[in-house]
Protein backbone atom coordinates (compact mmCIF):
# COMPACT_ATOMS: atom_id res chain seq x y z
CA UNK A 1 0.00 0.00 0.00
CA UNK A 2 1.80 3.37 -1.10
CA UNK A 3 1.02 6.38 1.13
CA UNK A 4 0.77 10.06 -0.08
CA UNK A 5 3.53 12.13 0.89
CA UNK A 6 1.81 14.13 3.83
CA UNK A 7 2.07 17.61 2.15
CA UNK A 8 0.37 16.61 -1.22
CA UNK A 9 -2.94 14.14 0.47
CA UNK A 10 -6.13 16.04 0.57
CA UNK A 11 -7.07 14.83 3.79
CA UNK A 12 -4.31 16.42 6.43
CA UNK A 13 -4.58 19.87 4.46
CA UNK A 14 -8.29 20.34 4.82
CA UNK A 15 -8.24 18.97 8.38
CA UNK A 16 -5.69 22.11 9.25
CA UNK A 17 -7.14 24.68 7.06
CA UNK A 18 -10.64 23.59 9.31
CA UNK A 19 -8.75 23.77 12.35
CA UNK A 20 -6.66 27.07 11.99
CA UNK A 21 -10.15 28.88 9.96
CA UNK A 22 -12.31 28.14 13.89
CA UNK A 23 -9.57 28.61 15.58
CA UNK A 24 -9.29 32.46 14.61
CA UNK A 25 -12.52 32.87 15.28
CA UNK A 26 -13.50 33.80 19.23
CA UNK A 27 -17.15 32.35 20.08
CA UNK A 28 -17.84 35.91 21.44
CA UNK A 29 -17.88 37.23 17.60
CA UNK A 30 -21.67 35.73 17.88
CA UNK A 31 -22.58 38.70 20.11
CA UNK A 32 -22.57 40.64 16.56
CA UNK A 33 -25.10 38.83 14.46
CA UNK A 34 -28.50 39.01 13.61
CA UNK A 35 -30.95 36.29 14.93
CA UNK A 36 -32.14 35.54 11.15
CA UNK A 37 -28.29 35.08 10.09
CA UNK A 38 -27.87 33.67 13.17
CA UNK A 39 -30.20 30.67 12.61
CA UNK A 40 -28.79 30.41 8.85
CA UNK A 41 -25.38 29.44 10.48
CA UNK A 42 -26.76 27.54 12.82
CA UNK A 43 -27.86 25.08 10.11
CA UNK A 44 -24.61 25.39 8.63
CA UNK A 45 -22.64 24.33 11.40
CA UNK A 46 -25.08 21.68 11.90
CA UNK A 47 -24.30 20.05 8.34
CA UNK A 48 -20.81 20.98 8.62
CA UNK A 49 -20.61 18.55 11.76
CA UNK A 50 -22.35 15.83 9.27
CA UNK A 51 -19.82 16.39 6.97
CA UNK A 52 -16.94 16.07 9.84
CA UNK A 53 -19.12 13.11 10.93
CA UNK A 54 -19.08 11.04 7.52
CA UNK A 55 -15.29 11.85 8.06
CA UNK A 56 -14.84 10.75 11.11
CA UNK A 57 -16.56 7.29 10.17
CA UNK A 58 -14.22 7.24 6.93
CA UNK A 59 -11.00 7.62 9.44
CA UNK A 60 -12.47 4.90 11.78
CA UNK A 61 -13.23 2.17 9.33
CA UNK A 62 -9.27 2.81 8.17
CA UNK A 63 -8.27 2.22 11.67
CA UNK A 64 -10.37 -1.09 11.94
CA UNK A 65 -9.27 -2.58 8.68
CA UNK A 66 -5.79 -2.07 9.90
CA UNK A 67 -6.20 -3.54 13.52
CA UNK A 68 -7.89 -6.60 11.58
CA UNK A 69 -4.66 -6.58 8.93
CA UNK A 70 -2.67 -6.59 12.39
CA UNK A 71 -4.99 -9.13 14.58
CA UNK A 72 -4.76 -11.55 11.36
CA UNK A 73 -0.98 -11.36 11.10
CA UNK A 74 1.49 -11.06 14.18
CA UNK A 75 -1.19 -10.35 16.79
CA UNK A 76 -1.97 -6.75 18.08
CA UNK A 77 0.61 -4.58 18.15
CA UNK A 78 1.98 -2.62 21.40
CA UNK A 79 0.50 0.78 21.48
CA UNK A 80 -2.92 -0.20 20.05
CA UNK A 81 -6.33 -0.30 22.03
CA UNK A 82 -8.29 -3.89 22.50
CA UNK A 83 -10.66 -2.10 19.81
CA UNK A 84 -10.50 0.63 17.41
CA UNK A 85 -13.24 2.44 19.51
CA UNK A 86 -10.64 2.44 22.33
CA UNK A 87 -7.91 3.72 20.53
CA UNK A 88 -10.34 6.39 19.42
CA UNK A 89 -11.49 7.19 22.70
CA UNK A 90 -8.04 6.99 24.28
CA UNK A 91 -6.76 9.66 21.58
CA UNK A 92 -9.32 12.23 22.50
CA UNK A 93 -11.81 12.61 24.51
CA UNK A 94 -11.92 9.38 26.60
CA UNK A 95 -15.06 8.23 25.62
CA UNK A 96 -15.75 4.57 24.52
CA UNK A 97 -19.22 4.43 24.23
CA UNK A 98 -19.40 7.11 21.62
CA UNK A 99 -16.31 5.62 19.80
CA UNK A 100 -17.61 2.33 19.75
CA UNK A 101 -20.94 3.55 17.95
CA UNK A 102 -19.35 5.58 15.67
CA UNK A 103 -17.02 2.20 14.82
CA UNK A 104 -20.23 0.19 14.47
CA UNK A 105 -22.62 3.12 12.74
CA UNK A 106 -19.40 3.32 10.22
CA UNK A 107 -19.89 -0.37 9.45
CA UNK A 108 -23.32 -0.39 8.79
CA UNK A 109 -23.54 2.42 6.50
CA UNK A 110 -20.88 0.82 4.03
CA UNK A 111 -22.24 -2.70 4.41
CA UNK A 112 -25.98 -1.71 4.05
CA UNK A 113 -25.96 1.14 2.39
CA UNK A 114 -24.75 2.91 -0.80
CA UNK A 115 -26.00 6.42 -1.15
CA UNK A 116 -25.86 7.86 3.30
CA UNK A 117 -22.33 8.11 3.08
CA UNK A 118 -22.57 10.36 0.49
CA UNK A 119 -25.55 12.09 1.79
CA UNK A 120 -23.77 12.91 5.53
CA UNK A 121 -20.48 14.00 3.41
CA UNK A 122 -22.49 16.38 1.46
CA UNK A 123 -24.23 17.49 4.89
CA UNK A 124 -27.69 16.58 3.61
CA UNK A 125 -28.55 14.52 6.61
CA UNK A 126 -27.47 14.27 10.46
CA UNK A 127 -25.54 11.69 12.36
CA UNK A 128 -28.72 10.28 14.18
CA UNK A 129 -30.69 10.09 10.72
CA UNK A 130 -28.00 8.19 8.97
CA UNK A 131 -27.63 5.56 11.72
CA UNK A 132 -31.59 5.52 12.08
CA UNK A 133 -31.95 4.70 8.05
CA UNK A 134 -28.85 2.11 8.55
CA UNK A 135 -30.70 0.25 10.59
CA UNK A 136 -33.82 0.61 8.87
CA UNK A 137 -32.03 -1.14 5.57
CA UNK A 138 -30.31 -3.34 8.03
CA UNK A 139 -33.76 -5.04 8.77
CA UNK A 140 -35.38 -5.26 5.84
CA UNK A 141 -36.56 -8.45 4.83
CA UNK A 142 -34.09 -11.11 3.68
CA UNK A 143 -35.30 -11.43 0.19
CA UNK A 144 -34.59 -7.79 -0.85
CA UNK A 145 -33.04 -7.30 -3.40
CA UNK A 146 -29.82 -4.73 -4.27
CA UNK A 147 -32.48 -2.76 -6.10
CA UNK A 148 -34.98 -2.57 -4.19
CA UNK A 149 -32.90 -1.97 -1.34
CA UNK A 150 -31.47 1.22 -2.85
CA UNK A 151 -35.03 2.25 -3.69
CA UNK A 152 -35.82 2.34 -0.02
CA UNK A 153 -32.68 4.13 1.15
CA UNK A 154 -33.67 6.85 -1.54
CA UNK A 155 -37.23 7.24 -0.01
CA UNK A 156 -35.76 7.55 3.17
CA UNK A 157 -33.21 9.55 2.32
CA UNK A 158 -35.82 12.34 0.89
CA UNK A 159 -38.51 11.57 3.90
CA UNK A 160 -35.61 12.59 6.51
CA UNK A 161 -35.63 16.10 5.04
CA UNK A 162 -39.37 16.64 6.34
CA UNK A 163 -39.69 13.76 9.08
CA UNK A 164 -38.47 14.73 12.56
CA UNK A 165 -36.31 11.60 13.46
CA UNK A 166 -39.57 9.89 15.43
CA UNK A 167 -41.87 10.04 12.48
CA UNK A 168 -38.73 8.71 10.74
CA UNK A 169 -38.70 5.99 12.71
CA UNK A 170 -41.88 5.05 12.31
CA UNK A 171 -41.65 5.44 8.77
CA UNK A 172 -39.04 3.30 7.89
CA UNK A 173 -40.88 0.51 9.71
CA UNK A 174 -42.72 0.65 6.64
CA UNK A 175 -40.69 1.22 4.05
CA UNK A 176 -41.04 -1.99 2.13
CA UNK A 177 -44.10 -0.13 0.61
CA UNK A 178 -41.95 0.98 -1.94
CA UNK A 179 -41.61 -2.43 -3.48
CA UNK A 180 -43.74 -4.31 -1.82
CA UNK A 181 -47.24 -5.10 -4.18
CA UNK A 182 -49.83 -5.59 -1.43
CA UNK A 183 -50.47 -3.51 1.67
CA UNK A 184 -51.04 -6.79 3.89
CA UNK A 185 -47.44 -7.85 2.72
CA UNK A 186 -46.15 -4.35 4.26
CA UNK A 187 -48.43 -4.64 7.23
CA UNK A 188 -46.49 -8.06 7.88
CA UNK A 189 -43.10 -6.46 7.25
CA UNK A 190 -43.82 -3.85 9.85
CA UNK A 191 -45.25 -6.50 12.73
CA UNK A 192 -42.40 -8.12 12.00
CA UNK A 193 -39.59 -5.24 12.37
CA UNK A 194 -42.10 -4.15 15.81
CA UNK A 195 -42.39 -7.80 16.96
CA UNK A 196 -38.32 -8.12 16.86
CA UNK A 197 -37.99 -4.33 18.36
CA UNK A 198 -40.57 -5.13 21.37
CA UNK A 199 -38.83 -8.52 21.98
CA UNK A 200 -35.43 -6.68 22.05
CA UNK A 201 -37.28 -3.97 24.32
CA UNK A 202 -38.25 -6.60 26.84
CA UNK A 203 -34.99 -7.92 27.36
CA UNK A 204 -33.43 -4.23 28.30
CA UNK A 205 -36.67 -3.72 30.61
CA UNK A 206 -35.32 -2.73 33.94
CA UNK A 207 -36.21 -1.21 37.33
CA UNK A 208 -33.83 -0.41 40.04
CA UNK A 209 -33.70 2.47 42.98
CA UNK A 210 -31.95 3.39 46.03
CA UNK A 211 -32.17 5.35 49.26
CA UNK A 212 -30.11 8.72 49.39
CA UNK A 213 -30.45 8.52 53.36
CA UNK A 214 -32.42 11.93 53.39
CA UNK A 215 -35.61 10.85 53.14
CA UNK A 216 -35.74 10.40 49.51
CA UNK A 217 -34.71 7.74 47.23
CA UNK A 218 -33.79 8.07 43.41
CA UNK A 219 -34.74 5.14 40.50
CA UNK A 220 -33.92 4.16 36.97
CA UNK A 221 -36.29 2.44 34.78
CA UNK A 222 -36.03 1.08 31.13
CA UNK A 223 -39.44 0.80 29.67
CA UNK A 224 -40.92 -0.90 26.63
CA UNK A 225 -42.11 1.85 24.34
CA UNK A 226 -45.50 1.50 24.68
CA UNK A 227 -45.62 1.25 28.49
CA UNK A 228 -43.41 4.12 28.68
CA UNK A 229 -46.61 6.34 26.39
CA UNK A 230 -49.06 5.23 29.50
CA UNK A 231 -46.62 6.32 31.99
CA UNK A 232 -46.07 9.73 30.12
CA UNK A 233 -49.44 10.17 29.87
CA UNK A 234 -50.47 9.19 33.21
CA UNK A 235 -47.84 11.60 34.90
CA UNK A 236 -48.91 14.44 32.53
CA UNK A 237 -52.35 14.24 33.13
CA UNK A 238 -51.89 14.07 37.02
CA UNK A 239 -49.03 17.50 36.42
CA UNK A 240 -51.39 19.26 34.13
CA UNK A 241 -50.02 22.87 34.38
CA UNK A 242 -53.68 24.83 34.56
CA UNK A 243 -54.57 22.84 36.84
CA UNK A 244 -53.31 25.55 39.78
CA UNK A 245 -53.29 24.03 43.18
CA UNK A 246 -52.46 26.24 46.17
CA UNK A 247 -54.24 27.91 49.47
CA UNK A 248 -56.56 30.82 50.06
CA UNK A 249 -54.25 32.87 52.55
CA UNK A 250 -56.85 33.80 55.05
CA UNK A 251 -55.41 37.00 56.38
CA UNK A 252 -54.27 38.65 52.27
CA UNK A 253 -56.98 36.83 50.48
CA UNK A 254 -54.40 35.89 47.83
CA UNK A 255 -53.51 32.62 46.66
CA UNK A 256 -50.13 31.36 48.97
CA UNK A 257 -47.22 30.12 46.49
CA UNK A 258 -46.66 26.77 47.32
CA UNK A 259 -47.21 24.65 44.86
CA UNK A 260 -47.16 27.23 41.86
CA UNK A 261 -43.56 27.63 40.02
CA UNK A 262 -42.69 24.39 39.76
CA UNK A 263 -40.64 23.03 37.15
CA UNK A 264 -41.97 20.56 34.86
CA UNK A 265 -39.94 17.31 36.18
CA UNK A 266 -40.97 18.48 39.55
CA UNK A 267 -44.66 18.39 38.87
CA UNK A 268 -43.73 14.86 37.67
CA UNK A 269 -42.50 13.93 39.96
CA UNK A 270 -45.36 14.80 42.32
CA UNK A 271 -47.37 13.05 39.46
CA UNK A 272 -45.48 10.12 39.88
CA UNK A 273 -45.73 10.48 44.06
CA UNK A 274 -49.71 10.85 43.49
CA UNK A 275 -49.57 7.87 40.87
CA UNK A 276 -47.34 5.62 43.66
CA UNK A 277 -50.21 6.19 46.15
CA UNK A 278 -53.12 4.94 43.92
CA UNK A 279 -51.59 1.68 43.05
CA UNK A 280 -54.81 -1.12 43.34
CA UNK A 281 -51.77 -2.59 45.95
CA UNK A 282 -54.56 -4.77 47.55
CA UNK A 283 -55.24 -6.21 44.16
CA UNK A 284 -51.66 -7.23 43.45
CA UNK A 285 -50.37 -10.93 43.74
CA UNK A 286 -49.07 -11.45 47.10
CA UNK A 287 -45.46 -12.08 47.42
CA UNK A 288 -44.96 -15.74 48.93
CA UNK A 289 -47.34 -15.18 51.53
CA UNK A 290 -46.44 -11.27 51.99
CA UNK A 291 -49.37 -9.24 51.43
CA UNK A 292 -48.46 -5.99 48.93
CA UNK A 293 -50.11 -3.19 50.41
CA UNK A 294 -48.11 -1.50 53.01
CA UNK A 295 -49.02 -0.98 56.47
CA UNK A 296 -49.00 2.35 58.62
CA UNK A 297 -48.95 1.49 62.28
CA UNK A 298 -49.76 4.48 64.12
CA UNK A 299 -51.37 4.85 67.95
CA UNK A 300 -54.72 6.22 68.12
CA UNK A 301 -53.23 9.26 69.94
CA UNK A 302 -51.64 10.01 66.46
CA UNK A 303 -54.82 9.00 64.56
CA UNK A 304 -56.57 11.16 66.55
CA UNK A 305 -54.32 14.45 66.03
CA UNK A 306 -51.23 13.69 68.11
CA UNK A 307 -47.47 14.47 67.12
CA UNK A 308 -46.02 10.97 67.70
CA UNK A 309 -44.23 9.81 64.63
CA UNK A 310 -45.51 6.33 62.99
CA UNK A 311 -43.93 3.67 60.98
CA UNK A 312 -44.88 1.63 58.18
CA UNK A 313 -44.75 -1.96 58.00
CA UNK A 314 -41.39 -1.71 56.26
CA UNK A 315 -39.95 -0.18 59.33
CA UNK A 316 -40.18 2.97 57.10
CA UNK A 317 -40.83 6.20 59.74
CA UNK A 318 -42.92 8.99 59.30
CA UNK A 319 -44.72 12.25 60.22
CA UNK A 320 -48.16 11.82 62.47
CA UNK A 321 -49.50 14.52 59.88
CA UNK A 322 -48.14 12.08 56.83
CA UNK A 323 -49.27 8.82 59.20
CA UNK A 324 -52.97 10.37 59.17
CA UNK A 325 -52.76 11.59 55.86
CA UNK A 326 -52.00 8.01 54.31
CA UNK A 327 -54.08 6.42 57.00
CA UNK A 328 -56.86 8.54 55.18
CA UNK A 329 -56.24 7.17 51.85
CA UNK A 330 -57.47 4.46 50.64
CA UNK A 331 -54.67 2.56 49.66
CA UNK A 332 -52.72 2.10 52.78
CA UNK A 333 -54.27 0.11 55.70
CA UNK A 334 -54.11 2.21 59.15
CA UNK A 335 -52.88 -0.72 62.28
CA UNK A 336 -53.72 1.06 65.53
CA UNK A 337 -51.86 -0.07 67.59
CA UNK A 338 -52.90 2.45 70.73
CA UNK A 339 -50.03 1.78 73.03
CA UNK A 340 -50.97 -2.20 72.37
CA UNK A 341 -48.92 -4.43 70.53
CA UNK A 342 -51.90 -5.59 68.49
CA UNK A 343 -53.66 -3.99 66.38
CA UNK A 344 -57.19 -2.30 67.14
CA UNK A 345 -58.28 -2.15 64.36
CA UNK A 346 -57.10 -4.11 60.89
CA UNK A 347 -58.31 -1.50 58.34
CA UNK A 348 -60.94 -4.00 57.15
CA UNK A 349 -62.31 -3.13 53.46
CA UNK A 350 -65.93 -1.23 54.32
CA UNK A 351 -64.19 1.53 56.58
CA UNK A 352 -62.94 3.03 52.66
CA UNK A 353 -65.67 5.27 50.89
CA UNK A 354 -67.28 2.79 48.62
CA UNK A 355 -68.01 3.15 45.35
CA UNK A 356 -71.26 4.80 45.22
CA UNK A 357 -70.55 6.65 48.38
CA UNK A 358 -67.31 8.23 46.48
CA UNK A 359 -69.58 8.83 43.43
CA UNK A 360 -71.71 10.82 45.72
CA UNK A 361 -69.19 13.00 47.09
CA UNK A 362 -67.74 13.58 43.45
CA UNK A 363 -71.34 14.82 42.39
CA UNK A 364 -71.18 17.55 45.60
CA UNK A 365 -68.20 18.36 45.66
CA UNK A 366 -66.88 18.68 41.86
CA UNK A 367 -63.27 18.63 42.83
CA UNK A 368 -60.99 19.34 45.88
CA UNK A 369 -62.89 21.26 48.38
CA UNK A 370 -60.24 23.53 49.04
CA UNK A 371 -61.00 27.35 48.82
CA UNK A 372 -60.02 28.24 45.49
CA UNK A 373 -58.39 24.90 44.27
CA UNK A 374 -59.57 23.86 41.01
CA UNK A 375 -58.53 20.16 40.54
CA UNK A 376 -61.25 17.82 39.60
CA UNK A 377 -62.63 14.78 41.10
CA UNK A 378 -60.71 12.45 38.98
CA UNK A 379 -57.22 12.83 41.12
CA UNK A 380 -58.89 13.88 44.52
CA UNK A 381 -58.75 11.32 47.58
CA UNK A 382 -61.89 10.90 50.13
CA UNK A 383 -60.90 12.70 53.22
CA UNK A 384 -62.35 11.75 56.93
CA UNK A 385 -63.27 15.14 58.21
CA UNK A 386 -64.36 13.35 61.86
CA UNK A 387 -60.46 11.23 62.04
CA UNK A 388 -62.32 8.68 64.05
CA UNK A 389 -64.11 8.12 61.31
CA UNK A 390 -61.38 6.21 59.43
CA UNK A 391 -61.54 3.21 61.37
CA UNK A 392 -65.33 3.71 62.17
CA UNK A 393 -67.75 4.79 58.99
CA UNK A 394 -68.42 4.97 55.53
CA UNK A 395 -70.44 7.67 55.71
CA UNK A 396 -70.53 10.78 53.05
CA UNK A 397 -71.22 12.92 56.07
CA UNK A 398 -67.73 12.67 57.09
CA UNK A 399 -66.15 12.95 54.10
CA UNK A 400 -64.58 15.50 51.96
CA UNK A 401 -62.43 15.48 49.00
CA UNK A 402 -59.38 16.92 48.70
CA UNK A 403 -56.76 16.73 45.97
CA UNK A 404 -53.31 15.58 47.48
CA UNK A 405 -51.70 18.67 47.75
CA UNK A 406 -54.08 19.83 50.09
CA UNK A 407 -54.74 16.44 51.51
CA UNK A 408 -51.08 16.68 52.51
CA UNK A 409 -51.39 20.37 54.53
CA UNK A 410 -55.20 19.46 55.62
CA UNK A 411 -53.21 16.70 57.86
CA UNK A 412 -50.20 18.69 58.26
CA UNK A 413 -51.72 22.02 59.32
CA UNK A 414 -55.11 19.90 61.30
CA UNK A 415 -57.71 21.82 59.17
CA UNK A 416 -60.95 21.63 60.94
CA UNK A 417 -63.85 20.83 58.35
CA UNK A 418 -67.85 20.11 57.97
CA UNK A 419 -70.58 19.89 56.50
CA UNK A 420 -72.47 23.36 56.42
CA UNK A 421 -76.49 23.59 56.72
CA UNK A 422 -77.27 23.61 52.55
CA UNK A 423 -74.81 20.10 52.25
CA UNK A 424 -71.51 21.36 51.34
CA UNK A 425 -67.74 21.16 52.97
CA UNK A 426 -66.52 24.38 54.97
CA UNK A 427 -63.38 24.68 55.90
CA UNK A 428 -62.05 26.55 58.46
CA UNK A 429 -58.36 27.03 57.21
CA UNK A 430 -55.30 27.58 59.86
CA UNK A 431 -55.01 32.02 60.80
CA UNK A 432 -59.04 32.20 60.25
CA UNK A 433 -61.81 32.27 62.31
CA UNK A 434 -64.39 32.07 59.75
CA UNK A 435 -65.73 28.86 57.62
CA UNK A 436 -65.07 29.41 53.77
CA UNK A 437 -66.02 26.85 51.35
CA UNK A 438 -64.81 26.18 47.45
CA UNK A 439 -67.31 27.99 45.38
CA UNK A 440 -66.63 26.31 42.37
CA UNK A 441 -69.30 26.83 40.01
CA UNK A 442 -71.83 23.85 39.56
CA UNK A 443 -74.20 23.07 36.18
ZN1 LIG B 1 -57.41 12.84 55.12
ZN1 LIG C 1 -56.75 21.21 46.22
Known amino acids: MSVAALDTHPVPACVRTARESFSAVPTS ?18 RLESQ ?17 AANAGDGPRPGTGTSTGATI ?38 TKQADLISRALAKLPDDVTAEQRERCEETLLKDAQKLTLKD ?21 DEDEILRRREEEAR ?11 DGTVTGRFTLPEAQGAMLKTA ?5 APHQKVGTVNAATGEMDEVGFGQSYPQRLGH ?42 SDGTRISAGEARRLACSAQI ?70 CPFHHHRAHEQGWIGRINHDGHVEWKLPGSDTWQRNTRWRP
Open 168 to 188: LRRRAARITETYRKTTDEVDA
Open 52 to 68: VAAHKMAAARVLEKARK
Open 29 to 46: AWDGLETGEVRRLIGELG
Open 203 to 213: KKTSFSMWDNN
Open 271 to 312: AFATLVEHLPADSLPSNGGVSAVVTVNLDLDTLMGGIKAAGL
Open 333 to 402: VPMVLNGKPLPLDLGSANRYFNRSSRRAMEKRDGGCTTPGCDRDARWTEAHHLNPYAISKTTDIRDGALL
Open 235 to 239: LDALA
Open 89 to 126: SFDFGGDRGSADALVNTAQRIEEQTTLIENALAAGVIT
